[in-house]
Each structure stands twice: as C-alpha cells, then as structure tokens.
RNA sequence: CGGGCUGUAGCGCAGCUUGGCAGCGCGCCUGCUUUGGGAGCAGGAGGUCGCCGGUUCAAAUCCGGCCAGCCCGACCA
C-alpha cells in the first residue's frame, strides 16, 4: 500500500470524548470512527488488526481441534425462550421485528444456535465436539464505555464444546485454557487467569483471561508470591482472628443520636471499633427482603450476594420498605430479634462477641452482641470484598488488587442448555445422555483495545509484529525522483518478500511521517533519504526500543526478514 | 436507571455573563519557497452555532422542551 493513495485520517489532537488511552490512540491513529455510543466504524487499518486477531485466534482453537461456523445474528425468540434467558437476559437483549411482526432476537451469543446445530448428534461415538465461529454480538450495554472496550456491537470468538461426560468437559476446558494463554501471549499480552462469577451465562465453574489496566472495569485479587488470582466478585482473603470479649449475657440497648453510619459509632462515645460493629444491609433478593450482615469495616460485594443466593435479581431495599420492615431507617438497623426474614451473614462474624449494631430503633444501637447467640437462623456466606493487603488465602502473603480488562472468558456450562432444547446423543450403555457443554469466548475488538492499553507509549501505539496493521513502513524522506525510486525498489522487494509493508510516499515534510508512523505504531521504520543513499545505506529503526541503525541497501531483506519473522509466531 | 459535564467548520477550541457582521489554531485547496523530526509567505474554500418551540425589532447568546455524546455511580444506609 502506497500511503498517499490511503485512508488514514491521523488526527493531531486527542479527540474530545475519549479518555481511555485506547480510545484515544485508536482515534487518533485512524484505526476506528465512532458512529454513535458504543458502536464503531472500523477504518481500513483497524481492520487490518482485527483481520490479524482473529487470525490468531483461529489459529490456535483450530490448534486444539475447533471447526469453524458461521451462525446466524438473527434469531427466532422462542429459542431463547426455551432456555430462559428472555429473561434472564432480557436488559441486554435486543429484538427486532420483521414484516410479518415476528420478533427476533439479535443474538447476544450463540449458546442457542449452537446447540440447536447440536441437537441432530445422535451418538457418543461422535464426541467429543468442539465447534466456534467469529461473529457479530449485539448487546444493550446500558453504559458503552471507553472506545472499543465496551461496546453495544462487536465481535466475538466464542467456541462451544460438547461431550458425554464432565470428564471430558474438563479436558477441552483444559485445552481452551491453555490455548487462551497462547492466544493472549501472541497478542502481546500479559494475561492472567481468575476464577470468576459466571454470571448471566450460567454454569457452575468459569475462568476469565485478564489483563491489568487501568481502563478495565474488573478489579481482580492477585498474590505474586504465589499466584493466587480471582476476581474481586469471587476473591477471599485469610483474616487475623480477633479476639472478642465475652461480654454481657445479653445485649443493652443505649441511646446513639445522630449516628448514622459506621464511622459516625466509631467516633461517638461509647461506640466500637469499625470491626466490632455488625453492618446491617437490607437487600431484596427475588422479591423478598434480606437482611445482610458483615463486620463493620467490611463492604458487600453484590455479585457475592447473587451467587450465594443463587438469585440474580438483587437490589438494596428503598428507604421507605426499609422501614416498614424493621421500623427504623438505615443508620440504626440489626438483625437482633428480626424473625420472619432471610438473614445471612458474612463468615468474618462467625464466633464473634460483643458487638455492636444498630437496634432498629432510630438512634439507638445495641451492645454485647453474641451473633450465634443473639441472632437467629443465620445462612453463612462469603459476602464481602477482599481488599489490597489482605493477606492471600492460599500462602498468607499481601495480596494486591487491580483494575484489569477481561480479555476472554471460559465456562463449563453443564448440561442446561443442551437439556433445554433437547441435545442429547445415545451413551455407551444404550442410554440417552444430555450433551455436557462448555463456552467460551473471545472479543476480537476489546482484545486489539487492550493491546493498545498494555502496548504504548508517549508518542503513540507500539503494536507487537503479530498484529501491527503493517510489519514496515517505508518512509521516503526527500521527494526527489532518485529517493523516490530508491525507496520504491526497497518496499517492492520487500513486498515480495512476504513483508507486509506500507510506502509513506506522501509530499509531506519528513516530521510528519515520523510521527504519524509512531503513532499508528509500526514496528519497522526503513528511512530513505539522499543523505543515506550516498553511503549506500537507509536507516531501520525499531518502534518499541527506539533503536536505529544504518544497513546497507542489499541486505535490508535479510535484516528485517531475521526481525520480523522471529517475531512473527509470537512466544 | 440516578448524578455531573459537554454539543459552534474535518479535528481542537473561544464567543454566551451584558442579545446587534460567527471567530481562532490545526487540517484542507492554489501558487511560490522549503524538505533527515508536526515548514514559511501570499491567496482561498468550508458553518442548518445539536433539534423544536418561545421571548425580542433582532437569539450561538435569554427561557422552555427534546435529542445526542462523555464521565461517575448502580443506591454498601
């Protein structure tokens, strides 16, 4: 490609509405055009990328036996019915209608289809299964966010397996695992896996690729000593007990005006340490209420509440229901004496003593709280967020929280879906057997956005080899004919080398190529100029080290085929 | 869904308080000079001031409604 002759509207300020670095360097770079919140056009370079993503992607789930699909975007809703998730779905799910009125669902992902395909394999002879496709998802985000990160369109790798047994499950969970960290890694990425909440998706065991960035939207619990990971919604932390004081043999009720909140009894006289007092949190779960107790220095984490529960239709109760269920307002609520409600408590109460909490009168608390004794029917649960220092809960040692971007995401499924819509083949023994499934998945857009995020610096994008829009860019320093054709012999050759190559041969001052090159971030730099030309030389600069150096014009092939192709493969 | 901010030329912004010719920088076009790190000079093109309505002799500017984009939060009492 001749870049004169091609569309790469650099733009020279960041643009206005984008803040996540990847946002602004894909912008700015020419790579991507926004259309409207969360949807993005790709431009000819960002499509270039993309096109090498999912080639790599591809590369490595047909690595470990994938076929590859293509599936419908449209789908009929009563599919989606059978399996429940109009509804559980239902906020991000979104529908058209054709001219006859029928609705369709624009498929979010392709569990459904995938298993309807599925649904005409007849024997365990023919498993296991493992089958994907590269589409085009469609999801109501209720917040697009940060460019390419999150948004209402986009496309996805996602893999389906299927099998007879959890067994087998396991080792294709196994192997996508492991292609995932390969896939990652040749993205240029440092990735690292978490267990995770398996959210909408359902199943019972999940595991998500992330990769630290201060643009994610997941926070993650990681332990560098021993390499303990999870996400925040699934991370727990080993805790110094704490030594309670028997207390009185029953709880006294004491006036607290104006205590409102945790802090505020710390500080009152006669208060309690943030970590002797029981924060009492009311929550409607399915429609019912619940009472939530942690220790009082210790936050909920809802997607905790929601797995424990087995619920995913949690809210925090109104002002208004919270008092007509306890007959006080937040700020002076307990679950001493509460009968006839859910109550379930975080397992850092468990043996404790002599606590504080509110009494369910307003500005008043009580004091002498023996959880097991003083409140009844107590559920346990893992109900509160881990926090950075804490130590891990595998090897003790200070575990640190961090922002990450969820770059790929891995479930064992179980047999739901396939139960619901009828998969099932005939087993060894004669009899029908639900098909055991396995998802996961892959957005291609989010991946070249987190690349961005994990590979840049001041002046612009440092693409890695394997997925740089072009492995070298040609840059004609002086406009003259000799130069000029020089340079055009050298990215001819270089072309038919099997580089991928773009010819800056643009009638602008050589500044402007250098750092329209180093903003769109390709690796190569070959700099022609009558000054080198003179010696015989061009000068190829490397964009991640910054490093250049003068090579003869013969053997500038064999140079850069020695440094890109041993870059190419990835690790 | 709640809160905050923002909509003026392709991009970045000023003008709005106090109503009165729609501006600046970059980019773009033409010419000349220049050419190893975002050139200089001269000339030029380009705008429904987000949309609808109201007030007024007069609205980018004041008032009302709507739409769109960005950021934060998702009610931790």
Not at 405 to 411: A, D, L, M, N, T
Request: proline share 5%; glycine share 10%; aromatic share 6%.
């Amino acid at each position: 490609m001749r870049w004169s002759q091609a569309h790469i509207p650099t733009l020279r300020d960041d643009p206005s509405d984008a803040e996540a670095i990847s946002h602004r360097l894909l912008v700015r770079g020419g790579f991507i055009r926004q259309l409207m919140a969360g949807s993005y056009s790709m431009l000819p370079l960002g499509v270039r990328v993309r096109a090498k993503v999912m080639g790599i992607i591809r590369d490595e789930i047909d690595a470990i036996g994938g076929q590859e699909f293509l599936l419908p975007e449209l789908h009929p809703r009563d599919i989606w019915e059978r399996t429940g998730r109009t509804e559980t779905m239902a906020d991000i799910l979104l529908t058209v209608q054709d001219h006859r009125g029928t609705e369709l669902v624009l498929g979010p992902t392709h569990e459904e289809i995938f298993t309807t395909v599925a649904t005409e394999l007849t024997s365990y002879r023919q498993l296991p299964q493992l089958w994907y496709h590269i589409q085009t998802k469609f999801r109501d985000e209720p917040r697009p966010r940060s460019g390419l990160l999150r948004v209402k369109e986009f496309t996805m790798k996602d893999s389906y397996t299927f099998d007879v047994d959890e067994a087998g499950l396991d080792q294709q969970f196994d192997n996508h695992y492991d292609a995932y960290r390969r896939i990652f890694s040749r993205l240029g990425m440092e990735s690292i896996a978490v267990k995770a909440s398996s959210g909408a998706m359902g199943g019972k065991e999940s595991v998500e690729s992330m990769v630290a960035s201060p643009a994610g939207e997941d926070d993650v619990a990681h332990c560098s000593n021993c390499g303990y990971a999870a996400n925040v919604e699934k991370a727990t932390s080993r805790l110094d007990p704490i030594d309670d004081d028997e207390g009185p043999t029953s709880p006294v009720q004491f006036a607290t005006p104006g205590v409102k909140t945790i802090r505020d009894l710390v500080e009152f006289d006669g208060g309690a340490d943030a970590n002797r007092q029981i924060k009492t949190l009311v929550y409607i779960v399915s429609e019912l209420p619940v009472l939530v107790i942690l220790r009082g220095d210790h936050d909920l984490i809802e997607q905790k509440l929601m797995d424990g529960t087995g619920s995913i239709d949690v809210r925090p109760a109104h002002g208004d229901e919270i008092r007509d269920l306890l007959g006080a307002d937040a700020g002076s609520l307990g679950a001493v004496g509460v009968s006839g409600m859910r109550i379930v408590a975080d397992h850092a109460l468990a043996g404790r003593k002599n606590m504080t909490t509110g009494a369910n009168v307003d500005g008043h608390h009580i004091r002498g709280v023996d959880v097991e004794r003083d409140i009844d029917g107590i559920e346990w649960l893992d109900l509160r967020i881990v926090k950075s220092g804490e130590p891990c809960p595998e090897c003790g040692e200070p575990l640190a929280v961090f922002r990450a971007i969820e770059v790929g995401h891995i479930f064992k499924l179980g047999t739901v879906h396939a139960a619901a819509l009828g998969a099932s083949v005939v087993g060894a023994a004669g009899k029908e057997v639900t098909l055991v499934m396995g998802s996961y998945g892959i957005g291609v857009e989010r991946n070249m956005a987190a690349c961005v995020e994990a590979n840049h610096d001041d002046r612009g994008i440092v693409w890695p080899v394997s997925i740089a829009p072009y492995e070298v860019v040609v840059t004609v320093v002086k406009m003259d004919d000799d130069t000029l054709r020089a340079a055009a012999d050298i990215y001819e050759s270089l072309i038919a080398s099997g580089l991928d190559v773009i010819l800056d041969d643009r009638d602008a001052r050589p500044g402007v190529k250098f750092t329209d090159a180093e903003l769109i971030g390709i690796p190569y730099r070959v700099t022609v100029g009558p000054r080198g030309l003179a010696e015989g030389v061009v000068e190829v600069a490397e964009r991640r080290t910054s490093e250049a150096i003068d090579v003869p014009v013969a053997d500038v092939i064999s140079h850069l085929m020695d440094s890109v192709v041993s870059q190419r493969p990835g690790i």
